[in-house]
């Protein structure tokens, strides 16, 4: 898991939204080209996932704490602005990742956009971070949601169990990840969710690999293969 530094106190709200707007733009001028190739080409995102997310690049030359970093808006289920988290392109960078503080057990990173498929294929994603989410959906899978490096909280489950019943829990390929997973399927047990007739999917990925990388190396295809593998080894049916 990437270590993540926040702010200890988030922007003001007009702020956060300039900053956002700023973003949108610069990213798709020659000062953000740098940042645009970068999510491209190296993180495989969509031109239309990177417009849609609201995805942007704080230019360098502005006076503020953002400058010179990803830009990526964490909205709530129903749109609203929540957060800025960032990154910085030189990943040697002190402090690479930034983002505000925000309740994280309260917020799924892209359910906003993913709900409708959610609802519809009635199964759901979880990845940790942003870019596994917006990997995903570059990809085809707009069922995807990211826990934001939190753990799987009550809240969230409620949350996401108005939509589906089928939860794929696919996190990091090493020992954090599979921790959480396991902490998810404890929760599972503990709390009877079979009762609400929810099904938890762990999906597990060879040592060191992260969600997207995985997804990137076999393609969409062979991601499929795993998903439907999970559920059957799950002893679940459809």
């Known amino acids: 898991m990437e270590q993540i530094n926040k702010w200890v106190t988030g922007f003001p709200e007009m702020e956060r939204k300039k900053i956002v707007a700023i973003g949108k733009k610069t990213i798709r001028r020659p000062e953000g080209k740098i940042a645009l190739d970068y999510l491209l080409n ?35 289920t129903y749109g609203e602005l929540v957060a800025i988290s960032t990154r910085h392109l030189n990943v040697n960078h002190i402090a690479r990742f930034m983002h505000e503080t925000f309740e994280k057990g309260f917020y799924l990173y892209g359910l906003y956009y993913a709900k409708e498929a959610i609802q519809r294929t009635n199964k759901v994603i ?57 902490k998810a399927l404890d929760n599972y047990k503990k709390y009877s969710l079979e009762v609400y007739k929810l ?40």
């Open 199 to 238: 099904k938890f999917i762990p999906v597990y990925l060879p040592n060191g690999l992260d969600p997207d990388n995985f997804l990137i190396r076999g393609g969409k295809r062979n991601m499929i293969k795993k998903l439907r593998t999970a559920k059957e080894d799950s002893g679940f049916k459809d």
């Open 42 to 76: 190296e993180r495989r995102f969509s031109n239309e996932v990177i417009d849609k997310f609201d995805i942007g690049y704080c230019p360098s030359n502005i006076e503020h704490e953002a400058r010179g970093r990803i830009i990526t808006p964490i909205y709530e």
């Open 126 to 182: 979880i990845v940790e971070g942003e870019c596994d989410v917006a990997c995903f959906h570059s990809f085809g899978f707009d069922m995807t949601v990211g826990l934001c490096g939190s753990a799987f909280s009550l809240f969230q489950i409620a949350l996401l169990s108005r939509f589906c019943n089928n939860f794929y829990f696919l996190l990091d390929g090493d020992e954090a990840g599979r921790k959480a997973i396991q």
